[in-house]
């Protein structure tokens, strides 16, 4: 006679197994394969630090140093990985005598990464270690709020430096062409909160001014003109400005929402800023007032970024077209190594997440048969660990089908939520036509638990649940 002790896990696998089997049988086997590929097992995270907020101010990865990482901490700490964010070592920062000071922004030579600059407040600091140590320059007692400072991102003898002094209601923007030797006031009329470079041409640099301008400079920083335009935004609107290494003449502006005042979410300019175009569309149809917090070129594709926007990171691969969410939540600035694949990190509400950038956004139909029917099928396996596979199909024309609007190819959304019915990510956001389709879904970063999948094309509605069981 067996006792409680040892029947007990017996009868826990008979119905583990009976629940499998029964959840199994509503899977219909014989729908058609085609290939979806969503990487979501990557993510980490690698905020370790200790009585720090969650968000980082700015980031570093070395190129030169495997896993050598440099991270803005909080206003007055910086702090260094050797490990790739495993472990976390503070700076020591010597700024001037009596000196009150924020970390602001740093900046790392391009050439040689183990020298930086760090926008202090108060001071401009020097590191030749790589940030393990920071010195006083000793060169800007006379100025305060030093808030910024980049490298030139192809030339390594040219440093820039902005600061603003309300007392004085004085802006001054500074170059250094000997790497930092020595510095020359280029403007005094702008405030700029970011610069960046033409890949092709040194000379040529867009930047940010405080007032949402947007500035452009050719002869190497001495004269700058404003290149807004067409492009609608308002004060303190403009946050982001990043431009095509591949293409210079490509730059892309992202925008805050401001309730009441017109704004372009996202735009760009395919003639070095001479007009501009949106192409925020889709992201208005995520969110009507949404922000972009965050945007990050893919320097081998063009036209594929990452993008922070309201409730979440998002993937586009054809310029803004179609996104993918790959992360639900609060997100801010985006960063990534020079690897390839590279490690893509960013500012979230669950604090600073790493990921391998082998996630795609495309849907591809492999098989030539056209269904009659929509169907969406149960997932394969279900329950699953980690990944499972979501097949449905469109058929040409039916009941509830766009088509009959005169709309061939319909747009379909797949997205999927958790029991509490919050967004978990979206899978399918784009046009697709008639055929055969499947979407791998990992869920390697979620709990175990019940999940809903809900697809909408057209009039056609439908949700299956699945089950993640570790």
């Not at 058609?32 to 570093?60: C, H, M, P, R, W």
């Not at 889709?282 to 990452?306: A, C, K, P, Q, W």
């Amino acid at each position: 006679m067996k006792t409680k002790d040892s029947y007990s896990p017996s009868l826990s696998t008979m119905i583990k197994q009976l629940i499998i089997l029964l959840i199994i049988l509503t899977v219909n086997s014989s729908a058609q394969t085609n290939n979806y590929k969503l990487s979501k097992n990557n993510f980490v995270n690698i905020d370790t630090f200790e009585s720090i907020s969650a968000k980082v101010g700015d980031l570093f990865v070395d190129p030169a140093i495997e896993g050598r990482i440099v991270a803005i901490a909080t206003y007055y700490d910086v702090v260094v990985s050797v490990n790739n964010g495993n472990d976390w070592t503070s700076s020591t920062l010597n700024t001037a005598v009596g000196s009150p000071f924020r970390c602001l922004s740093f900046t790392f030579n391009p050439g040689n990464p183990n020298e930086g600059y760090l926008a202090a407040e108060t001071d401009l600091l020097k590191t030749t270690n790589g940030g393990v140590t920071w010195g006083s320059t000793k060169m800007f007692q006379d100025f305060s709020n030093i808030n910024y400072v980049v490298w030139h991102a192809f030339d390594s003898n040219v440093v820039f430096m902005s600061n603003f002094q309300p007392m004085f209601y004085e802006t001054h923007l500074f170059r250094s062409i000997d790497g930092g030797n020595s510095w020359a006031i280029v403007d005094t009329m702008t405030e700029y909160e970011r610069l960046v470079f033409n890949a092709e041409d040194p000379n040529i640099i867009y930047g940010i001014e405080l007032y949402s301008l947007i500035k452009k400079s050719t002869d190497g920083g001495e004269t700058w003109e404003t290149i807004n335009n067409n492009l609608v935004s308002k004060f303190d609107e403009v946050r982001v400005l990043e431009i095509s290494r591949k293409n210079p003449d490509i730059l892309y502006c992202g925008q805050l929402y401001y309730e009441g005042y017109d704004y372009w979410p996202l735009s760009m300019t395919t003639n070095g800023g001479e007009s501009w175009e949106r192409i925020d569309s889709t992201l208005l149809e995520i969110d009507s007032h949404g922000s972009v917090d965050g945007l990050l070129l893919d320097n081998h594709v063009e036209g594929r970024f990452y993008i922070s926007y309201t409730g979440g990171l998002y993937l586009t691969e054809d310029n803004g077209k179609h996104y993918q969410k790959i992360y639900s939540g609060i997100t801010g600035t985006i960063w990534s190594d020079s690897k390839d694949p590279a490690t893509i990190y960013f500012n979230s509400d669950q604090g600073l997440l790493k990921f391998i950038d082998t996630v795609t956004v495309g849907v591809e139909r492999i098989e030539n048969e056209i269904p009659s029917n929509f169907v969406l099928e149960q997932n394969y396996p279900n329950p699953f660990n980690p990944s499972t596979t979501i097949k449905y199909s469109i058929p040409t024309v039916g009941t509830g089908h766009p088509a009959n609007a005169g709309q061939v190819a319909p747009f379909v959304r797949l997205v999927v939520y958790d029991i509490l019915g919050r967004e978990v990510t979206t899978l399918v956001n784009e046009e697709q036509s008639a055929g055969n389709y499947e979407v791998a879904f990992d869920a390697n970063n979620l709990s175990s638990g019940v999940y809903y999948y809900k697809i909408r094309i057209g009039n056609f509605v439908k949700t299956r649940k699945m089950i993640l069981l570790r």
